[in-house]
């Protein structure tokens, strides 16, 4: 059985559970992280160095980096439309996921961290206001990327969209201003249709 070490409110651990969901494999997640701790013994460091979640395992062989986990899996068990075989959706699929841990996540992080785990009377209302914007422009771009595709590599759901789709969610979820994108809005109601999502993704935010 495949192991997740990680805790259920983590973005990245998400990302991985999702995956799991949607391809319907069995696994077994392991708290960690956070105030579960683990991360800084001898033992968790050997297997993920950084310290960081989710640390993956399917039958000995260790993954850490939640995109690399998600890529994985779908190379390994879903093949034909979740991991792309024709070369040009494939990469586009991983163009975006690239995009989401470069751009996307590093913008929405500040003002996750900032109103959902920063008590109000130490925000920086500042960078706050300049996360939302940076984040209001990718989103965006993500709209216009789906003006004329179901999802983010084609027609058919796959793994580029997991990524982007995790972190969309939490932008819907903060109670910031969202700006109308009608296409954007469109793939978000797809992706809420999947109970998979529902299941690992559509969490209270803590």
């Not at 683990?38 to 993954?63: A, C, K, Q, R």
């Not at 960078?127 to 965006?140: D, I, V």
Request: hydrophobic share 40%; charged share 20%; glycine share 6%.
């Amino acid at each position: 059985m495949l192991k997740i070490w990680g805790r259920a409110n983590s973005i990245n651990v998400q990302k991985v559970l999702w995956c799991c969901e949607e391809l319907k494999l069995s696994y077994q997640r392991i708290d960690a992280g956070g105030a579960f701790g683990i991360t800084d013994t001898p033992e968790y460091l050997s297997i993920n160095p950084n310290g960081l979640v989710p640390t993956f395992e399917d039958d000995g062989f260790y993954l850490w980096e939640s995109n690399v986990i998600v890529r994985y899996l779908a190379q390994k068990h879903g093949s034909g439309d979740f991991c792309p075989e024709q070369i040009n959706r494939r990469f586009d699929a991983e163009r975006w996921m690239d995009w989401q841990a470069t751009s996307l996540w590093p913008a929405l992080r500040i003002i996750f961290i900032g109103l959902i785990r920063t008590p109000e009377n130490q925000r920086d209302s500042s960078a706050l206001l300049q996360a939302e914007a940076q984040c209001a422009r990718y989103m965006s771009v993500l709209n216009k990327a789906l003006a004329h595709r179901k999802f983010l590599a084609g027609d058919g759901f796959s793994m580029g969209d997991v990524p982007a789709g995790a972190t969309v969610h939490r932008w819907y979820a903060l109670d910031i201003h969202h700006p109308t994108l009608e296409h954007l809005s469109r793939w978000y109601s797809a992706l809420c249709t999947r109970e998979s999502f529902r299941k690992t993704v559509m969490l209270p935010l803590s």
